[in-house]
């Protein structure tokens, strides 16, 4: 399966495209094709469109099942640890020095949480609290509150 989008292309580029594969949308094709049929077209693709862009998504043998080609896009295909990923570029522009964001660059961790009735709860409040789920006590043993309901 073969998928490629184009965006501000020629006409002649969308016609050519459409002998192999199919229009579903405005620029966007797709199709069943050999391999070598699929790189012809992508290098047709990136000849003709000029100041556009193309993507093409495709079946392959990897374990994300699909791998991807860009052209003329401010967004680069990564290699992450063996998995393809899209890297856009920070405001500026520059893919290069995009760095991963500092740890703690959150304000979450700094909500009032003195407040009663909090959602999360310390592990010293549960040790005798037997109802609490997140932990839960071991299976085979009654918790005194319904111990107390029976008797």
Same mark, same amino acid.
């Given at each position: 399966?073969?998928?490629?989008?184009?965006?501000?292309?020629?006409?002649?580029?969308?016609? #050519?495209?459409?002998?192999?594969?199919?229009?579903?949308? =405005?620029?966007?094709?797709?199709?069943?094709?050999?391999?070598?049929?699929? @790189?012809?077209?992508? #290098?047709?693709?990136?000849? !003709?469109?000029? #100041?556009?862009? =193309?993507? !093409?998504?495709?079946? =392959?043998?990897?374990?994300?099942?699909?791998?991807?080609?860009? &052209?003329? &896009? &401010?967004?680069?295909?990564? *290699?992450? @640890?063996?998995?393809?990923? !899209?890297?856009?570029?920070?405001?500026?522009? *520059?893919?290069?020095?995009? %760095? !991963?964001?500092? %740890?703690?660059?959150?304000? =979450? /961790?700094?909500?009032? %949480?003195?407040?009663?009735?909090?959602?999360?709860?310390?592990?010293?409040?549960?040790?005798?609290?037997?109802?609490?789920?997140? &932990?839960?006590?071991?299976?085979?043993?009654? /918790?005194?509150?319904?111990? *107390? #309901?029976?008797?």
């Amino acid at each position: 399966m073969v998928v490629l989008v184009l965006s501000a292309c020629p006409v002649g580029l969308r016609g #050519q495209l459409t002998r192999w594969l199919l229009e579903i949308s =405005a620029g966007v094709f797709v199709g069943r094709v050999s391999t070598r049929v699929r @790189d012809l077209l992508w #290098q047709r693709a990136v000849e !003709m469109v000029g #100041q556009g862009r =193309a993507i !093409m998504v495709y079946s =392959a043998a990897n374990e994300q099942r699909l791998e991807f080609r860009v &052209h003329g &896009h &401010h967004w680069e295909p990564v *290699d992450f @640890d063996g998995i393809s990923l !899209m890297m856009r570029p920070n405001e500026g522009g *520059d893919v290069e020095s995009r %760095t !991963m964001p500092q %740890t703690g660059w959150s304000s =979450a /961790s700094s909500a009032n %949480t003195s407040t009663a009735g909090s959602l999360w709860r310390d592990e010293s409040e549960c040790e005798n609290d037997h109802s609490c789920w997140l &932990h839960p006590e071991p299976r085979g043993r009654s /918790s005194p509150r319904l111990r *107390d #309901q029976a008797g």
